[in-house]
Nanobody
Framework: QVQLVESGGGLVQAGGSLRLACAASLRPFSTYAMGWFRQAPGKEREFVAAISWSGGVTHYADSVKGRFTISRDNAKNTVYLQMNSLKPEDTAIYYC???????????????WGQGSQVTVSS
């Protein structure tokens, strides 16, 4: 059974940083593109960032560009989301996802984690 397990969420003040990690049981992990999405209360799930299977190509939502960095370690079957200069509007549940192609569309991902809460206080 495929599992994606997020960790690293929590409460942080505005301007602070957090690093999310997503450990995947996918085999082979290196053949999957990975993405991060988030869902704030009362809002739809939205794309945050995605990375290709090799880690060589990334793309970001405009709202996080320049503040967030997605990366992966294929030897550890893990994808990361480094979040800097956090804002209250970044508050959401953050989900990692795995799919066969790097995409900003949730429908293109086959596997999802359970989510990790990130709360940014003003």
């Amino acid at each position: 059974q495929v599992q994606l397990v997020e960790s690293g969420g929590g409460l942080v003040q505005a301007g602070g940083s957090l690093r999310l990690a997503c450990a995947a049981s996918l085999r082979p992990f290196s053949t999957y593109a990975m993405g991060w999405f988030r869902q704030a209360p009362g809002k739809e799930r939205e794309f945050v960032a995605a990375i290709s299977w090799s880690g060589g190509v990334t793309h970001y939502a405009d709202s996080v560009k320049g503040r967030f960095t997605i990366s992966r370690d294929n030897a550890k079957n893990t994808v990361y989301l480094q979040m800097n200069s956090l804002k209250p509007e970044d508050t959401a549940i953050y989900y990692c996802a795995a799919g066969r192609a790097r995409s900003s569309w949730a429908e293109h991902y086959d596997y999802w984690g359970q989510g990790s809460q990130v709360t940014v206080s003003s």
